[in-house]
């Protein structure tokens, strides 16, 4: 059974960081991707990076590049997103996707198989 845990959101103030995590179970396919979206209240889901995990290629939206990154602990089944200059708009539930389809590159979230419960990140001004 595939389980996606998410961690690192809180609180914190304009300007300042965090790094997510995302801790896979169950889920070995390293010819696919991985990526993470957000929700904030009363929006879409939104996709916004991407990452192969047999190779490490990245892929970002361009509304989040320059500020966002995503990584991976093959020997840890976690990826990480690194979040920087964080803005109030960034206050969201933040969501990491997994086996996208056909393995194919993807940043729609429900085209991914699996998801995590979430994490919140609030972002005070």
């Known amino acids: 059974q595939v389980q996606l845990v998410e961690s690192g959101g809180g609180w914190v103030q304009a300007g300042g960081s965090l790094r997510l995590s995302c801790a896979a179970s169950g889920y070995t396919s390293r010819r696919n991707y991985m990526g993470w979206f957000r929700q904030a209240p009363g929006k879409e889901r939104e996709g916004f990076a991407a990452i192969y995990i047999g190779g490490g290629n990245t892929y970002y939206d361009d509304s989040v590049k320059g500020r966002f990154t995503i990584s991976q602990d093959n020997a840890k089944n976690t990826v990480y997103l690194q979040i920087n200059s964080l803005k109030p708009d960034d206050t969201a539930m933040y969501y990491c996707?997994?086996?996208?389809?056909?393995?194919?590159?993807?940043?729609?979230?429900?085209?991914?198989?699996?998801w995590g419960h979430g994490t919140q990140v609030t972002v005070s001004s």
């Open positions: 996707m997994a086996d996208s389809p056909g393995g194919s590159y993807s940043l729609i979230p429900g085209s991914y198989k699996y």
